[in-house]
């Protein structure tokens, strides 16, 4: 069987969640087409991270895109997330950056830290249409699902700065003007 199924031909996919076929610009579809850019992004990381020997931290990027799909899954079946999921994320948050934020980091360092940051915000990019789309559907969308993704853009601004920190890379922000002097 080929790939293409030519059933979204005309605009439309199927919604797990909903149980039926709806437009493509639906707002449970924009939330799992940013869910794939936030898993793809995290596939990026990994690579990255693998090819400069962080194996360790490549094995967190993965087991951050499996929480991605299973929370897609849950989203399909209506279902909450287990509280064991905030629990690891949080775990990741205290292993990767343990102290407390006293400043703004600039995005980037090395090209790894650049991509985690990069699906940090499309996972807070994820969290924002999730909450939207729980306005309309709140019988389908768990709040647990929402606190993942809120905690896992943390654990991964946490394990951006803690590579790019660990490379010599990190970077302040200074927020007055000053730089343009």
């Known amino acids: 069987m080929p790939i293409y199924t030519r059933t979204g031909d005309d605009g439309a996919t199927f919604c797990a969640a909903l149980g039926g076929r709806v437009a493509k610009d639906h707002p449970l579809i924009e939330f799992t087409g940013t869910l794939d850019k936030a898993v ?23 087991l951050l895109q499996r929480m991605l799909f299973a929370l897609g899954s849950s989203l399909a079946r209506g279902e909450p997330a287990p509280e064991r999921a905030v629990e690891v994320l949080e775990s990741l948050v205290d292993k990767y950056y343990p102290e407390e934020l006293r400043y703004f980091i600039l995005p980037g360092g090395t090209p790894a830290a650049s991509a985690l940051h990069l699906a940090r915000a499309l996972v807070r ?57």
């Open 40 to 62: 793809s992004a995290l596939g990026l990381a990994g690579s990255l991270l693998a090819e400069e020997g962080e194996e360790a931290l490549a094995g967190d990027v993965e």
């Open 125 to 181: 990019e994820a969290e924002r249409r999730l909450v939207s789309a729980s306005r309309l559907y709140p019988h389908v969308v768990h709040g647990s699902l929402v606190r993942v993704l809120n905690r896992m853009s943390d654990a991964l601004f946490a394990m951006a700065v803690y590579h790019a920190r660990k490379r010599g890379k990190l970077k302040r922000v200074d927020l007055s003007w000053g730089f343009l002097e």
